[in-house]
């Protein structure tokens, strides 16, 4: 590059200023992005450049004329930003054509960040790689010294075998002193290339180049002698330990689901007492007075939409809180730090590091957890996980568990959510040892590292966008597959099979639904709940799991319709059955049954997506270990309990 | 610390450091070091990196409750063999 070329295609400049002579030297500016290349350009040149494509590339560079303190033209040379010579980018790609190519530079000022040394060197590192002309620009040491960083730029000159000249181009310093070491280098010798494995190993050869750049660092930068421990890294040495951050994080968890129940009781309340009352009052009033009054109409307004989707609204405060609080210690990067504390726990049972990331995904849907399942690149991770996502309690299982949990536990509504999780987890991980150490016993441990965002104040703003759209998507949930499912149970509860009864007018123990679950119900009998309505709900909750407290409010509902207009009633009809069905051995019956509804296939959607995503073969594999995993600890459950009660 | 600070940084991962924090305990290295050599490795293709997302997938199922949201910048670097 001994001229720049004459084509040079120019397209526009920033005060178009002169360009050097022919045979004037070539100084090539280089350096890693945001190291202040382009400020130290400008500085250096008075921002004169002239902009362009070099030719027959897209690649812009900046070039202008630059004399030096003797009065030599020089043709200095803006190139694009590189990290290294070994590009990843066809900006990086041409800086390398241009430093190593059959006519390099005569000079090459390296632009260097005295705050991000390490970064900046390792492109230093590798031009010392050929014999050359090198000038260091030291940068940024202004905010190198806010960090207590300390550059002795003649030792570090002295490690590094070529001049290094500190500079603030933003407020012109060191331009001049620049200017002179770049003249005396000129006027010098090329310097001998530094010397470098013989070795074709990239690793061993990028390993020496660091070990160089770090060798210079240790002789000539004084830092603190520990780095400065951020509030993030004093908090995580807490966060992530290996035993008490799984106890914080369980703790966490804990206050999140407390807070959840209890603030949100009394607001679920009110709104089931709003559907239950003014709203179905309205409803009858407004269809008797157009005619539609004691009509299938009014059974499916009443007993289906608002019986149904009302019951399902009434947990929107509960959805909401829960989103809040969810929403604030992911802003507040805490859930990343409960992604360390998850992958911890897969490489201690000897399962994928990397197969903790779709199983967080699942504690909020299934669905987009098993499409997650892809970034596992070897296949039988990927069966596994997904296999394991289904056990992952997701948000919609939510609803049922606080439904239960305040109706048969009405004081530690929290304690038995928080529960449910724990169990989620333990089935997770029993699950996992189960298959790995059956199915996939060669399977490898793959390392992972995380790179934790640092802790930060929440915005408020950020933590109502973020509740708010998942609240849309809980909605959108109530208003659409929900409200679908509630007009089929409806139809089913609407056909009699026994009885007298006629279309939409018929005791829902004569209709096809109640007939259908009947027929179910006895599976369930040595689990405590073998009752037609827990099964009828448990089949709906296969479409999807919010479906199985609307479908059980139909189904009281419509066989005690006036009973239900009260707060509340629907937990004591659901209550009465549950006594029923376990012989007086209620809770461990209602356990039984929400861990049966926690393990069992979660909705049709995650089926799907796990017959898109595995195969037939091995979802039907999967819902067959549900089903089964779901049935044996639910018998257990009750069968212990009972006896211990 | 065996080798320079890239082997020893894909040391610490083989052995089970999950953080920068925990490489750096490890190590010994700066932070600014640490950083650079990840980088690094990345750019050789012994680590790939994506993002993590914690809770809130930002696309997934129509029927999901938390399918319109995303997640917090948690990058998982996973070492390649």
Not at chain 1, 226 to 231: A, S, V
Not at chain 1, 299 to 319: A, R, W
Not at chain 1, 555 to 577: I, K, Q
Request: charged share 15%; glycine share 8%; net charge negative.
């Amino acid at each position: 590059m001994a001229d720049t070329p004459a084509n040079f295609a120019s397209c526009h400049s920033d005060a178009a200023g002169p360009l050097a002579a022919s045979g004037a030297p070539v100084i090539a500016l280089v350096g890693s992005p945001n190291v202040g290349k382009s400020t130290l350009f400008n500085s250096l040149t008075g921002a004169h450049r002239q902009m362009g494509n070099w030719p027959g590339t897209t690649v812009e560079v900046g070039r202008t004329q630059w004399l030096l303190p003797d009065g030599t033209p020089t043709a200095l040379v803006d190139l694009p930003g590189a990290y290294s010579l070994d590009p990843l980018s066809p900006d990086e790609a041409f800086t390398r054509s241009m430093l190593v190519g059959e006519d390099p530079p005569d000079l090459v000022i390296v632009t260097v960040d005295a705050a991000r040394l390490s970064r900046s060197l390792y492109l230093l590192a590798q031009v010392r790689e050929r014999p050359g002309r090198v000038v260091v620009a030291l940068t940024m040491s202004d905010i190198a010294a806010r960090r207590d960083v300390e550059v002795d730029t003649g030792t570090l000159a002295a490690a590094l075998g070529c001049p290094v000249v500190r500079v603030l181009p933003r407020h012109g310093i060191g331009d001049a002193d620049l200017a002179h070491a770049v003249e005396q280098s000129l006027h010098a010798a090329p310097l001998v290339a530094r010397e470098t494995p013989a070795t074709e190993d990239d690793l061993e050869i990028a390993d020496h180049r660091f070990t160089w750049v770090q060798q210079a660092i240790d002789a000539a930068v004084v830092q603190p002698t520990t780095d400065k421990h951020t509030w993030s890294d004093r908090i995580d040495r807490w966060a992530t330990a290996p035993w008490l951050g799984p106890i914080i994080f369980l703790a966490v968890m804990w206050m999140v689901f407390q807070l959840t129940t209890t603030v949100a009781a009394p607001l679920q309340d009110a709104l089931d007492s709003f559907f239950s009352g003014p709203v179905s009052s309205a409803a009858i009033t407004l269809l008797t007075a157009v005619g539609l009054g004691g009509t299938w109409v009014e059974s499916f307004v009443i007993d289906g939409l608002i019986g149904g989707v009302g019951m399902l609204l009434t947990f929107v405060p509960l959805m909401a809180i829960m989103f809040a609080l969810l929403a604030l210690l992911e802003d507040s990067g805490y859930m990343a730090r409960a992604a360390v504390v998850t992958d911890r726990t897969m490489r201690f049972i000897g399962l994928p590091g990397r197969a903790f990331l779709p199983l967080i995904v699942g504690f909020g849907c299934n669905v987009p957890a098993i499409s997650a399942t892809r970034v596992l690149p070897d296949a039988r991770h990927r069966v596994l996980t997904a296999l394991l996502v289904p056990f992952t309690s997701c948000s919609a299982r939510l609803a049922v568990y606080v439904m239960m949990a305040a109706t048969f536990f009405p004081g530690s509504a929290g304690n038995v959510v928080f529960a449910m999780y724990l169990i989620s987890i333990l089935f997770v991980v029993l699950v996992g040892v189960a298959l790995k150490r059956t199915l996939w016993r060669t399977m490898g441990r793959e390392p992972l590292l995380l790179d934790l965002p640092p802790y930060q104040l929440p915005h408020l703003r950020l933590l109502g966008i973020v509740t708010w759209g998942r609240l849309k998507g809980f909605l959108r949930t109530a208003s659409g597959i929900i409200v679908a499912t509630v007009a089929a149970v409806w139809l089913l509860q609407s056909i009699p099979v026994t009885g007298d009864g006629a279309f939409a007018d018929v005791p829902v123990t004569d209709s096809a639904y109640a007939a259908a679950a009947e027929a179910v119900a006895p599976v369930f009998a040595p689990a405590g709940f073998g009752n037609w309505q827990a099964t009828g709900a448990l089949a709906v909750g296969f479409v999807a799991k919010e479906a199985v407290i609307s479908s059980w409010s139909q189904t009281y509902a419509v066989a005690e319709p006036t009973d239900l207009h009260s707060p509340g009633a629907l937990g004591d009809a659901v209550r009465a059955d549950f006594d029923a069905s376990s012989g007086g051995h209620t809770t461990a019956a209602v356990w039984a049954f929400l861990v049966f509804l926690l393990a069992y296939t979660p909705c049709v959607a995650t089926l799907a997506t796990q017959w898109r995503e595995i195969g037939r073969k091995w979802t039907l594999f999967g819902v067959a270990l549900q089903l089964s995993v779901a049935w044996v600890v639910a018998v257990a459950i009750f069968q212990i309990g009972r006896a211990l009660s | 610390m065996s080798g320079g600070p890239l082997r020893a940084v894909l040391a610490a991962i083989d052995d089970g450091a999950l953080t920068a924090y925990e490489i750096r305990r490890e190590t010994g290295l700066p932070d600014e070091t640490i950083r650079s050599a990840l980088e690094q490795l990345q750019r050789m293709g012994r680590l790939t990196a994506e993002q993590v997302e914690v809770g809130c997938p930002p696309a997934g199922c129509g029927t999901c409750a938390l399918s319109t949201s995303c997640g917090p910048a948690l990058v998982g670097l996973s070492r390649v063999r």
